[in-house]
């Protein structure tokens, strides 16, 4: 059931970021990216990943989404111009991607422990309690420093909108 | 009932369990999905989608070495990843947004003052 599972949702994220790079008009790749995030959410739950599941929904799939959707509807984007010849970079970028992918499969198929395998219900310490206890506990430095990178971020955001810039 | 059901469904060879190595090859293939789709696209906001693919796919490594090690480490490393990709599309889009006003134009080849 575990296997069935993965093996289903891991196909839809495959295919969704396929489209993603398939598509030419940014409304349809956003829309392909939400499904990658919504499959890999659910692989996060088989994880034992609660809080992370719920988090890539409400604020990768949610809000950083909406907020990219939300660009391309007001700079009213269009579907990409074909051109003539594809650039070197895309000739070049094929073979060197499949030659980095075979190149990790091997080593993962290689060097990864063969543990007992990932099964539902195997790791529980990824509920908000323990999530919430570390990261207030061994991780509050890192934790208070990213609240003000958020700071420095919505004030760069505020700044960059301006209408002089 | 599946003994009632006519035709025997054959058991399909499934491990019990899922190999780790599963979650790892996919987070690999969705990665290199991210930087073909960084170099192949050249609208900006697509290019900038990829790149938040490509940090979802590092996301995917940090939970599944989470459960491996039996730790909430990775979890919180794959939250930390997250709130900078929040921030990372705030002030990115607020870029996209600036580059459009100036330039009119949201294809990458042609923002290119600053090639020689």
Known sequence: MDALLFLTFATIAVACAINLVLQTHPIASALSLVGVMGSLAVLYLLLGGEFIA????????????????????????????????????????????????????????????????????????????DIGRALFTTYILPFEITSVVILIAILGAVVLARKEV | MPSEFPIPIPPLPLPEAVPLAWYLILSAILFSLGVAGFLFRRNIITVFMSIELMLNAVNLTFVAFSYHLKSVDGHIFSFFVMVIAAAEAAVGLAIILTVFRNRQTLEIDEVSSLKL
């Open chain 1, 54 to 129: 719920a988090v890539q929904v409400i604020v990768y799939a949610g809000a950083i989404m909406v907020l990219f959707v939300f660009v391309i509807m007001l700079l009213n984007a269009a579907a990409e111009k074909k051109t003539k010849k594809p650039a070197l970079r895309a000739v070049v970028a094929v073979p060197l991607l499949f030659t980095f992918l075979m190149l990790v499969a091997y080593l993962i198929q290689t060097q990864v422990p063969k543990g007992p395998g990932v099964q539902f219900g195997g790791f529980s310490g990824g509920s908000p309690a």
